[in-house]
């Protein structure tokens, strides 16, 4: 249960971190990254709801961390391949960071109230690095430390 706990924490950080970072460079802040999180549930609504609305964000945006840490760890017991080996893990978290923006985007997205603007080949490349160090490759690296701690 730990490894889920630190996974969801590494993966929710340092995605979070991110998409604040990516989004300060084009010139909006932190409370509109988790106001966007929490149109998810709200749609536009989100956008005028002030400090709750972004803790709302925050706390679906860790909801997410656990379920993608969660996911990893699940899957790393059935298929222990993707535990075994430091390089061969490090791929298959970015590969599973990829399989989870790509599910964002196309499974979860078109069922929430967000308000999805156009397409930008600059912002799907941005979203699949972020997803491919930031989602991906912790929940590995955390899951692969624990079956490791579990094994001495």
């Known amino acids: 249960m730990k490894n889920i706990l630190y996974g969801g924490l590494a993966v929710g950080v340092l995605d979070g971190l991110a998409a604040v970072i990516s989004s300060a460079l084009r010139g909006v802040g932190p409370t509109r990254v988790f106001q966007f999180v929490a149109s998810g549930l709200l749609g536009r609504d989100s956008f005028r709801g002030g400090i709750k ?6 706390l679906l945006h860790f909801i997410i961390a656990f ?41 979860v997205l078109p069922f929430s109230a967000v308000t999805k603007g156009p397409f ?13 160090f930031f989602v991906g490759l912790p929940a ?12 001495i």
Do not use: D
């Open 120 to 132: 930008s080949l600059t912002g799907m490349l941005q979203g699949v690095i972020i997803h491919m």
């Open 67 to 107: 379920g993608v840490a969660a996911i990893y760890y699940l899957a790393s017991r059935k298929l222990p391949i993707l535990i075994q080996r430091a390089i061969l893990c490090g791929l298959c978290g970015m590969i599973y960071g990829v399989m989870v923006y790509f599910a964002m985007q196309y499974l």
């Open 140 to 151: 590995a690296l955390v899951a692969r430390r624990s079956a490791q701690e579990n094994s």
């Open 53 to 58: 609305t972004v803790w709302l964000g925050v």
